[in-house]
């Protein structure tokens, strides 16, 4: 069996529109679509007049004066991973002094932006094909989570155990303690218990494949009480990812997609599994 | 203020259980709907009120909306669960979609075909009607082949090298972007290969063989006829609209154009009018002409001064041998 893993996306249309096409590029089996899924910005396109915009980018305020440029700027910052919200001056004003108003729009625009997302896997991935699976990461707000509960194509895995060919996969958002306090920190003794009790449900280590978050000391105890056959781990932005072995268990990790490259770059991993081993493993770029 | 959906944030003021007004406005109705905690209390609009207002409020398409946080006390006089409140708009919604649909292909006679719902969503603003079958109306033309990704394998783990962040992401600094959440720090970017000169593209994968020295030579062949006319070019999947080579390379055209092409396939099919030829072209501002030639599983776009070539030579000459190439790398 070969599985196809990729992980923080940061909120790219772009990389999410590679994902979905590398699925079918690879052949393969089944599919995990990890954390981070959101991205970190958004852009406030201010309007100036009946066709004309200003828009903050790299810095610099650029002026736009068609509904189609306009169009192609939104792209590119969707494809990068940013949200844009179009508002008057007034309204920009309005909303960067109040920090509640801020924090609506900022997680409507990220569940806006995921609801495209689930719609077009639906379109692109039709009814047969492989499983794929999705499960937000520790950075990603809650707010989505209800999102891949609805019986669309690409099926919620957060915090359980799905079945894939004979495999089990074991996801978890939830991470340790970090220095920059996110949406899924836990106590690493909450987190030890939940993930232990997650774990729990592994009938057969040999054939089990973990995805929990970048290293906690909850997440190293676990790996070495259950020893999976292979353990995910998301990378933070720009991380170099990499493999490594930690007992009888294989540690892969994606690089964590470049979404602010001029082309935004969607890497994974590939993992050809044969009656409870790792035959092989290719680290993949698009 | 737009690019934003009324029904995702109604639905944030909800998890996040919020307390707040939403004004909104659409086709000349204007409405309020009232949060406390998270929950619908009241709303209003025109000449309801209450539930009705809500269902009023919630079905207006792509409304104008103002979220104001200050608390303003109000009588409860919505019980509804919200969640359900959008689902049954939801379900009012489809069904008046599908109601327009019928009635258009009852409209049509005899020989009309009603396009299903899900259809004519899919298709937005696009004719949905669907005229007589005959042996002589062309079909849908069949999705390109796809051409596959490489799987690229990396020995060992080793990083590409990095630099540190470049200014993008500073939009702040502009003063008028919002911080998310996440690390605070600046994320690493890989050196951006910006600028002109060929860009490398993903190499070949199951689903076919990309012959990249093939594409590139297409791009050079579109160099040599058009010299500095030649403002930029690209090559591009089908399936996706990334660019797989490029001169000048414009990854988020590309993108757009495959969306125009793939719609101007599907209007023409269901307007009954024959498929595409080789390519189509636009005259834009600045003495600019975009072609694009939609070619099997690729397309290409170039974008041309001509001011610098003279149009007969562009069509007549240098496009004929840009297009031969791009056929005999990704044959129609």
């Known amino acids: 069996m070969m599985i196809f893993v990729a992980s923080g996306l940061e909120g790219s249309t772009l990389c999410f529109r590679k994902f979905l096409k590398a699925i079918d590029s690879y052949g393969a089996d089944a599919a995990v679509l990890l954390g981070d899924l959101t991205g970190r910005k958004v852009v406030s396109v201010t309007k100036k007049g009946p066709s004309s915009w200003e828009v903050p980018i790299d810095g610099k305020v650029h002026a736009i004066d068609s509904s189609a440029a306009l169009a192609e700027v939104t792209a590119s910052l969707a494809d990068h991973g940013d949200y844009w919200i179009e508002q008057t001056p007034e309204e920009f004003e309005h909303t960067r002094n109040n920090p509640t108003l801020v924090d609506i729009y900022f997680k409507s625009l990220v569940r806006d932006r995921l609801e495209e997302w689930l719609t077009l896997a639906d379109e692109r991935l039709g009814n047969g094909g492989p499983p794929v699976f999705v499960a937000p990461g520790c950075g990603d707000w809650e707010v989505i989570d209800d999102l891949f509960e609805h019986g669309g194509r690409m099926a919620p895995c957060d915090d359980r155990i799905v079945e894939v060919d004979g495999y089990q996969l074991v996801t978890s958002s939830s991470s340790g303690p970090t220095e920059w306090d996110l949406a899924r920190e836990m106590d690493d003794r909450d987190l030890h218990k939940k993930l232990l009790d997650l774990c729990s449900g592994v009938s057969d280590p040999d054939y089990a494949i973990f995805n929990l978050q970048a290293d906690s000391r909850a997440a190293q105890r676990i790996v070495k009480r259950f020893q999976p056959l292979v353990r995910t781990m998301n990378t933070t932005q ?4 990499g493999a490594s072995k930690r007992g009888r268990t294989i540690e892969l990790s994606p690089r964590s997609a470049l ?22 493993y290719h680290f993949t770029e698009a | 203020m737009k690019g934003i959906s009324l029904s995702s944030v109604i639905q944030v003021i909800n998890l996040e259980r919020q307390s707040c007004d939403i004004e909104a406005r659409a086709d000349g109705q204007s409405g309020r709907l009232h949060f406390r905690g998270g929950l619908l209390v009241d709303a209003m609009a025109d000449d309801l009120a209450g539930e009705d207002a809500a269902y009023e409020i919630l079905a207006w398409d792509h409304p104008e909306f103002q979220v104001n946080t200050e608390d303003s006390p109000r009588e409860r006089t919505i019980d509804a669960d919200l969640t359900q409140m959008l689902l049954e708009t939801a379900r009012r919604q489809d069904e008046e979609k599908a109601g327009i649909v019928r009635e258009a292909g009852g409209d049509a006679g005899a020989s009309g075909t009603a396009v299903d719902a899900a259809d004519a969503a899919s298709l937005d603003d696009l004719a949905v009607f669907e005229g007589p079958e005959t042996a002589e109306s062309p079909a849908v033309p069949p999705a390109p082949p796809v051409l596959g990704l490489a799987p690229e394998p990396v020995s060992g783990s080793a990083p590409a090298a990095k630099e540190p962040a470049d200014a993008r992401g500073s939009a702040s600094t502009a003063g008028a972007a919002f911080a998310g959440p996440g690390p605070a720090t600046a994320p690493a970017v890989k050196a951006a290969p910006a600028g002109a000169g060929p860009t490398a593209a993903p190499g070949a994968g199951r689903g076919g063989t990309l012959n990249v020295a093939g594409l590139k030579r297409v791009l050079q062949i579109a160099q040599d006829g058009l010299d500095d006319a030649l403002v930029s070019a690209d090559v591009f999947s089908t399936a996706d609209g990334t660019s797989y080579v490029g001169f000048n390379s414009q990854p988020a055209s ?8 793939e719609r101007m396939a599907l209007s023409f099919a269901r307007g009954g009018l024959p498929p595409l030829g080789r390519y189509y072209m636009a005259e834009l501002a600045d003495s600019r002409i975009l072609l694009v030639a939609p070619c099997g599983g690729v397309q290409l776009s170039l974008v041309v001064d001509s001011t610098r070539a003279q149009l007969g030579l562009i069509l007549n000459v240098i496009l004929p041998d840009v297009l031969a190439a791009l056929e005999e790398v990704s044959p129609r």
């Not at chain 1, 720009?238 to 990812?241: E, I, L, V």
């Open chain 2, 254 to 261: 590309c993108a757009l154009l495959n969306q125009i092409s």
């Open chain 1, 259 to 280: 979404v602010e490259d001029a082309a935004p770059t969607l890497f994974g991993i590939l993992m050809m599994l044969e009656n409870g081993e790792v035959k092989d």
């Open chain 1, 238 to 241: 720009g991380g170099s990812g």
